[in-house]
């Protein structure tokens, strides 16, 4: 509705659709908490003050607070479907996400983008999309698509796409690569989010003079400190791996609060349901002591403004009606959502059916022939072989060469020596491509454990104590579309079908988790070491770009050298 | 030069065209002040740190910190050519402007906004125009152009057009007037700045639904906070004619410092030589006691980020090398201004000549047939007459009715009664519209003062003791094709040339200055109160949005009225 057709209805005069009277507000502007009144007509805040309306609910001195915006998250580590994730959130009181695509444009490129733009664009919940600028993540690895400037240049004219996701590929911006530069460029006017671990000193200037302006990768205050000097805006991260909040909060000062903005990147079902989404973040930093205001500003109107999104983040004129309404200012469970002047949750539940939306481009993309045993032979040279050894608590593996069990001339599980066969079987264009290793630390006694979700290129990864039930757990994966299986003797225990890009279920997000926990459950009794999560951990086993050691479809990826080395030893 | 370019150059192994060394620099993210050095290439700031550069400078502790930015002027109150203000203002630190071309556009229309992009494309100075939204400012006067949306349209593209200027026409805003609706439409995606001096509650939230997002006409502290709740970034003014810097400055808090932003809207040569620009500001926000650094960033980081400049208002890669060097945080008259690298003033002094850009379009734009006495003759009914009364200190008048001189059935200027004749003459479209008054106050014991600046539609405006004094100074206003003069018993006192729209001279700023300090002083010796500036005060006389009464082509103007009132009473 235009000024005009607001005019039209009385707003100027002090008429509204609806009046939420008796407010607390939280003024992100001024810091206060003003007792006010909010006149809401066509989905936008109309003013604030003494107004009439059509309807009127008294919030006898309810806080009011600006719907909270997350910065920076790869929806697909729900495992759901963007409505079911929405189902999850908005209740918690997020109405706004800013989402990277990275992990479906990696398995189904553009078709992607596309699905999530298209599944996100009627729901009860606002979606923005980054592009993901780096499909695939590395060249040891094969990603289900590669995607140029080109490819995403069709993008950038869309409404909800707000500019470039994440650059992870440092070394590419560094070094002035041309399809990196054609990235940089296409995106020059719109924002450009960063990725930059451990990057310092000379390194990093390059990289923000590339116009990388964002990061939430930082770990410690002084990498923290150093982004923020040098102009970024800081994304302090809370998602389920990496947990970096509360060790970021004492960089935010009354000078640097407004460049530092709250982010979940990763939050699977289990956090999701049970801790929250960005409302965990706000109540464990106003826990921490941080004027609850400011932190509801780095929810908020900071996010808002970083990413250029005018009419978001507050409640003043013109902006839009999303709204929390709280009766205290420290567990932060909304009582009721309201998203564009809609009530739209209510008590920790969403009282909308959000659409879902169903696109066979992502769904059943696993192009996978039956598992031979010979494809998992793993050919010893003597008895010493490079092995992944597993960290707690941590996605980082320790580079490790040693004696190896052996037989028949090739490497094998054997339990006993706490040593477990690894596959990663390229699901993306049927190349039969298998990558094979050794692991050390994940603890299976027998069995095995497989799963289509494998960060970055999302090809099937297996971790078995024999073969014979690696092939197994395979063949249920490939039979479910998509998804995790556990074998034991030959025999499927459990599984979870991930149709959608072999990332997400078509199950709701209660049903999700509690299978996994089950699923989880099973692991452990499987002998999964109780401090790994079992999903998770083979999930970032994939992922070459974290040292030190480890596995692809093209084999066994030496992170620090970029290379990929044999596991046997000559 | 693009980041390829620059890595070519070795940027990001550490070598830099230009390092500035051993610079304490101000660090608006951080709010630090940090011993580092500064490397630049390419007009940009490349890295922050230690860099080997071809050119090293060693700046020996000095502080170093970003441009200033003004986010409001109009730059033709300084009576110069934009080559001059640049010349005037970029060695006091100003690096950056936002102006709004209303003055010229009301003389102009189109082609006044063209010369001042074009008379700004190469000045070591960055010059960003907002269009003007109100020409003519009402329809009580003759402007030299009516500019709607489809006239405004074609400069929205322009690089450096931000948005729409100050939306003065309230009224049309709230009565959803359909020109206004199409400007507010046209620059919906870009910033739109305010003007609501009293506005408040319903009034105000609706001004502000319409997407206006600053106001820079805040007098008291509650206006100032009734703003910055709403949503609008509050522009501290302080002009020639309007000093509101200090009684605003208790608004600025941690919480609503990043809303704030430090404007000029008009400075007059005499300012501008002897207090400076943006630096005058900074410097008396810092001597009431604000925080420096907060004080800085309502000159350069704020206003940046209001006007979506992201590349201005700090120092960081990426950034535009705009900065200045001070050797302390107090008097900020800056040692140095370098602009995109490069040193362009030095104490005080421009080191680079200005380009002059002439256009015909926008010179000796003056249409006046001679004044004959006929018209200014002004019948009275009886003795009484509606007299505007000066107020001092103020540009708001008195509407007095009082019995006034008479002779021959017609009101006469009687400098004995306090009474004076003014007059406002069509000067656009030679239409013979004269607008005749009495004037109380200004105190001139005999002869006429005329001037073509006559705020906003700039007809000519001639005030007088006597018809023949007021004949001969408009008849040399109109020989020097704009400008001001002093008459005397049919004698041409003084006068000054402002042939660029009647509103600017083609000298420098300091023979501007000196010539209309000339002037001044005959203005006090004929007799003008000591307490008015005579040129500004006849200035504001003509504009009829300010109350009570005022003069126009058209007649005399009760302004709250909203009409044209004739000067008799029968």
């Known amino acids: 509705m235009n000024l005009e057709a607001l005019l039209a209805t009385g707003v100027g005069k002090g008429q509204a659709e609806k009046v939420f009277k008796n407010a ?9 908490i003003l007792e006010t009144g909010l006149a809401v007509t066509g989905g936008r805040v109309v003013g604030v003050g003494d107004y009439r309306g059509a309807e009127e609910l008294d919030l006898q001195g309810r806080y009011v607070c600006p719907g909270f915006i997350d910065g920076h998250v790869h929806l697909e580590s ?10 999850g959130i908005v209740p918690q009181g997020t109405t706004t996400v800013i989402a990277d695509p990275h992990e479906i444009a990696n398995v189904c490129g553009v078709a992607g983008i596309e699905y999530m733009l298209a599944a996100t664009a009627a729901l009860p919940l606002t979606v923005y999309l980054m592009l993901p600028s780096c499909v695939p993540a590395t060249s040891l690895e094969t990603a289900g698509a590669r995607l140029t400037a080109t490819d995403l240049a069709p993008f950038c004219s869309h409404p909800r ?3 470039l996701g994440e650059v992870m590929d440092i070394n590419a911006v560094l070094a002035g690569q041309a399809d990196m530069m054609a990235k940089l460029e296409l995106c020059r006017d719109m924002v450009l989010d960063g990725h930059s671990p451990g990057l310092s000193g000379k390194e990093l200037n390059t990289y923000i003079l590339a116009g990388v302006r964002s990061d939430h990768e930082c770990v410690h205050p002084a990498e923290a400190w150093e982004r923020l000097r040098l102009g970024m805006h800081l994304m302090l991260r809370e998602s389920s791996a990496s947990k970096n909040l509360q060790s970021l909060l004492p960089v935010v000062t009354p000078f640097t609060a407004r460049r530092c903005l709250l982010v979940t990147d990763d939050r699977h079902p289990a956090e999701l349901l049970h801790e929250g989404h960005i409302n965990h973040l706000v109540r464990l930093a106003v826990q921490a002591g941080l004027d609850p205001v400011t932190v509801i500003q780095m929810a908020t109107i900071n996010t808002a403004q970083y990413f250029g999104l005018k009419d978001l983040g507050a409640l003043a004129p013109g902006y839009a009606a999303d709204f929390l309404v709280l009766d205290n200012l420290e567990d932060f469970r909304p009582l009721r959502v309201y998203r564009r002047g809609l009530l739209v949750a209510e008590n920790g539940r969403l009282l909308v059916e959000p659409a879902v939306h169903r696109e066979t481009a992502v769904e059943h993309t696993l192009r996978l022939s039956p598992l031979q045993s010979d494809q998992l032979r793993l050919p010893a040279l003597g008895s010493r072989a490079r092995v992944i050894g597993l960290v707690p608590q941590q996605i980082t593996t320790r580079k490790m060469e040693m004696k190896a069990p052996n037989h028949q001339g090739c490497f094998v599980a054997d339990p006993l020596a706490d040593v477990l066969k690894l596959a990663v079987i390229e699901r993306h264009h049927g190349t039969g491509n298998v990558g094979k290793g050794l692991v050390s630390g994940f603890g299976l006694s027998g069995g095995a454990i497989a799963s289509s979700v494998a960060h970055d290129s999302h090809n099937v990864v297996v971790i078995g104590a024999n073969d014979t ?3 197994t757990a395979v063949a249920e994966v ?44 099973l692991a452990f009794q499987m002998g999964v070491r109780p401090w790994y999560d079992p999903f998770m951990t083979l999930a ?13 479809d093209l084999g066994l990826v030496d992170v620090r050298e970029g290379s990929i080395v044999p596991v046997a030893i000559a």
Chains 1, 2 share one sequence.
């Open 24 to 32: 607390r507000l939280v003024n992100v502007f001024t810091g206060e």
């Open 78 to 87: 729900s495992m759901v479907t963007p409505a079911e994730f929405a189902r």
């Open 161 to 163: 796409v707000l500019g």
């Open 469 to 471: 039930d690696m092939i």
């Open 478 to 521: 490939a039979r479910l579309g998509g998804g995790l299986a556990l074998a034991r003797d030959g025999k499927v225990l459990g599984s979870l079908a991930l149709p959608i890009a072999g990332l997400m279920s078509l199950k709701p997000l209660e049903e999700v988790e509690a299978e996994l926990s089950c699923l989880r459950r």
């Open 540 to 552: 970032f086993l994939a992922l070459p770009v974290i040292p030190e050691l480890k596995l692809t």
